[in-house]
């Protein structure tokens, strides 16, 4: 998305409905399968055109930049955008946040009300739906009268090119919106913009930016204006990102010695690499040694994984521990044990019409792990589903057994807690 400046260039044309929605088959919570390309085609097409308006998708804008640039300008170029909800697609949720920042009129659908997220599901008008007859009897007449009524709504969206100058301009806001990924804010005045996930602290990507942040909440920090036009609001601004000068100075097989900041039961031990950011040692790695807050320790890097803001630690030997010299420890244990969490490189994804699997390289076996799909988090399900799961990718795994007889291990993946980690609550 680096080619996307959010610069608002395109006016609005008269009747364009943007709709966004998941695309093609999907399985929906209950286990049931729903085309929601072809409920666009034969339900939202015909209402949208009764009602006067015509209804475009991203799949239907042409352009030069990557996939991003038909969303905002069709954004853009709406009278209305029409949001279906339905199985919390993070695009939708982006997309939202893009209205809202214009500041466009919107129309909301859902088959599960859950499915909208929490901080904003209080305060929309939304319209439930499935596929039995009277709910979408009930949606049609809705639908279409929200959308004639919506049009005698006052419109007051943000005038085109709204700063053309690069700069930092440090100033307070309030959040207004707020989903897992991103809070819009808006300052005095009415100016917004986007806070992202990756923009509140260089140690790590907010899983959930819900768990955080919360309407009403007030922030100090900047928008973040580039000489293209682009806008973001940042906690950043002014911080040096210390993440290109870690990726240089610690390449894999370099050796850090550090002191144990904090340790995490089942989990692992984590040591400052340098710049203010900690690398983990994961408990896997630690060969059933136990570490304690004050040891000191020689280390190699095994991996810096810029794009998750993590470091990964090989530990090589105990140095000290609270100031005695540590006698040699020997690694115990042959093979993953059960209810262990480690990091998986994901080296073959198969996605099949009822589900699917990855298999995975674990540390140190050469041998690969299953994770089938009836064990991932709902995320990665979803991913898989939508062939977004990427050979080398990698994911946080919890081992469920391990046959030595037969070497094989089965695993499930975890989902992460609020600080970035692997959630612990979900221990087996």
């Given at each position: 998305m680096s080619d996307l400046h959010l610069l608002r260039d395109e006016r609005p044309i008269e009747g364009n409905l943007f709709v966004a929605t998941p695309y093609g088959k999907r399985e929906l919570k209950d286990g049931t399968m729903f085309d929601f390309d072809a409920f666009y085609a034969d339900e939202l097409t015909p209402i949208a055109e009764a009602a006067g308006f015509k209804p475009v998708r991203a799949d239907n804008i042409y352009g030069p930049q990557s996939v991003m640039g038909p969303v905002w300008r069709g954004i853009q170029q709406a009278e209305a955008v029409l949001f279906d909800w339905t199985l919390r697609s993070p695009n939708v949720s982006m997309e939202f946040g893009w209205a809202t920042i214009i500041g466009k009129r919107c129309l909301y659908l859902t088959q599960d009300a859950e499915d909208i997220p929490t901080?904003?599901?209080?305060?929309?008008?939304?319209?439930r739906y499935s596929d039995r007859y009277n709910d979408v009897r009930h949606m049609r007449e809705e639908l279409h009268n929200q959308l004639v009524a919506i049009r005698s709504e006052p419109a007051v969206e943000m005038a085109l090119v709204p700063m053309a100058a690069g700069g930092t301009d440090p100033v307070p806001a309030t959040v207004i919106t707020v989903t897992r990924?991103?809070?819009?804010?808006?300052?005095?005045?009415?100016?917004r913009g986007v806070l992202g996930n990756a923009d509140v602290d260089y140690g790590r990507i907010v899983p959930d930016m819900t768990k955080v942040y919360a309407i009403g909440d007030?922030?100090?920090?900047?928008?973040?204006?580039?000489?293209?036009?682009?806008?973001?609001?940042?906690?950043?601004?002014?911080?040096?990102?210390?993440?290109?000068?870690?990726?240089?100075e610690f390449p894999p097989g370099n050796t850090v010695t550090g002191v144990v900041r904090r340790v995490r039961a089942g989990l692992g031990a984590f040591i400052e690499v340098g710049y203010g950011i900690d690398g983990l040692i994961h408990t896997t790695a630690l060969g059933g040694r136990e570490l304690s807050v004050g040891d000191e320790v020689a280390t190699t890097v095994g991996r810096v994984d810029v794009d998750r803001r993590?470091?990964?630690l090989q530990l090589d030997r105990v140095l000290t521990r609270s100031g005695v010299t540590a006698a040699p420890s020997r690694p115990v244990a042959d093979g993953p044990r059960p209810g262990e969490r480690l990091e998986a490189e994901v080296a073959k994804v198969v996605r099949l019409d009822t589900g699917g699997y990855v298999l995975v390289r674990l540390p140190g076996r050469s041998?690969?792990?299953?994770?089938?799909?009836?064990?991932?988090?709902?995320?990665?399900?979803?991913?898989?589903?939508?062939?977004?799961?990427?050979?080398?990718?990698v994911l946080d795994v919890e081992v469920l057994t391990f046959d030595a007889a037969r070497d094989r291990v089965t695993l499930r993946d975890l989902p992460e807690s609020a600080d970035g980690e692997p959630g612990l609550s979900e221990a087996a």
């Open positions: 901080d904003v599901r209080g305060r929309l008008r939304y319209i990924e991103f809070a819009v804010i808006e300052a005095s005045g009415g100016r007030r922030v100090t920090g900047a928008f973040d204006v580039d000489t293209g036009g682009g806008m973001k609001y940042t906690m950043l601004a002014g911080v040096l990102n210390p993440w290109p000068r870690l990726r240089a993590r470091i990964g041998r690969l792990a299953m994770l089938h799909s009836s064990v991932m988090t709902d995320e990665l399900r979803a991913d898989l589903d939508r062939d977004e799961v990427e050979v080398g990718e």
